[in-house]
């Protein structure tokens, strides 16, 4: 079983793969069944044996490309159901453009191998042909929807979610932090905010980087800047924050930046505009 913190690490290569292996196979099962249904009907294919696999991949590559978008949608366009007439309109919307740029990518990869086969791809009727098409990707398109939010709902359960510890609930948000309280697989986990590494912001999360593990927290990263700046945090990026003891190596770069190793062998970069603060807070 592959440990949390090894997928945390290489998240991304895992979804790529995880993905790309579920379009090659489904499109090479569409294909193959498209060859079987016609070779039931008579031994002599109407199409050569390649096409279908043509089509199926050009489908597959389509949705590939578009599923970062729609990951993206959900991130900067959560479904909201206090407003849902105006959320099922903007994900309306959004099926149409995913059809419509579906269908334009993968026509557009037909049309290039069929021409590289000196052959000519005859999409059909355009609008019947659209609309066929829309009635199979407006299904696809909240499958995917729905896997997404299940696959980040049950990621979320597995790595946790950092929360402050509070002297009570009528504490001040504003407040310092010292400790943080980690809900996961329903224990709670208690870490000292001085054990955090680096932060790493994530939409509305920023992500905490603990001895290889990752754990999630709502909040901005400007905001927890900060309220631990204090516990020897310096914002290097836009994107990044750092536990100044956690600092191996300063390396400076012919761009005016600089390169910042932490004794982990992560190495991050210190753009210019936040290196005056930096120097400061580590005199």
Not at 119 to 142: A, M, T
Not at 249 to 271: A, Q, R, Y
Request: with cysteine; aromatic share 16%.
């Amino acid at each position: 079983m592959i440990k949390l913190a090894h997928f945390q690490k290489y998240k991304l290569s895992y979804e790529i793969a995880i993905l790309f292996c579920y379009f090659f196979i489904n499109a090479t099962l569409l294909a193959t069944s498209v060859i079987m249904e016609a070779q039931r009907k008579s031994d002599d294919l109407p199409f050569s044996i390649w096409e279908p696999f043509v089509w199926e991949y050009a489908s597959a590559i389509s949705i590939l490309l578009l599923f970062p978008a729609m990951a993206m949608l959900l991130k900067k366009l959560p479904f909201n159901w206090l407003f849902i007439i105006r959320s099922i309109f903007i994900y309306f919307v959004a099926s149409i453009i995913f059809s419509l740029l579906h269908v334009g990518i993968m026509v557009a990869i037909k049309e290039l191998v069929y021409s590289l086969m000196s052959l000519e791809y005859n999409f059909g009727d355009f609008w019947f042909e659209l609309f066929y098409e829309y009635r199979k990707d407006v299904w696809s398109f909240i499958f995917f929807i729905l896997f997404i939010k299940a696959y980040e709902f049950i990621l979320s359960r597995l790595q946790g979610e950092a929360n402050p510890v509070v002297d009570g609930e009528d504490a001040n948000i504003n407040q310092k932090i010292d400790r943080l309280i980690v809900k996961k697989l329903g224990k709670e986990f208690i870490i000292k905010i001085t054990d955090v590494e680096w932060l790493e912001s994530a939409g509305n999360y920023v992500n905490l980087h603990i001895k290889g593990r990752i754990y999630p927290m709502r909040a901005t990263l400007s905001n927890l800047s900060e309220k631990i700046i204090d516990k020897g945090f310096c914002r290097i990026h836009r994107s990044h924050a750092i536990n100044l003891d956690y600092i191996e190596s300063i390396t400076p770069l012919s761009s005016g930046d600089s390169e910042v190793k932490l004794n982990n062998g992560k190495v991050l970069n210190l753009s210019r505009r936040y290196k005056d603060s930096f120097k400061a807070q580590l005199k």
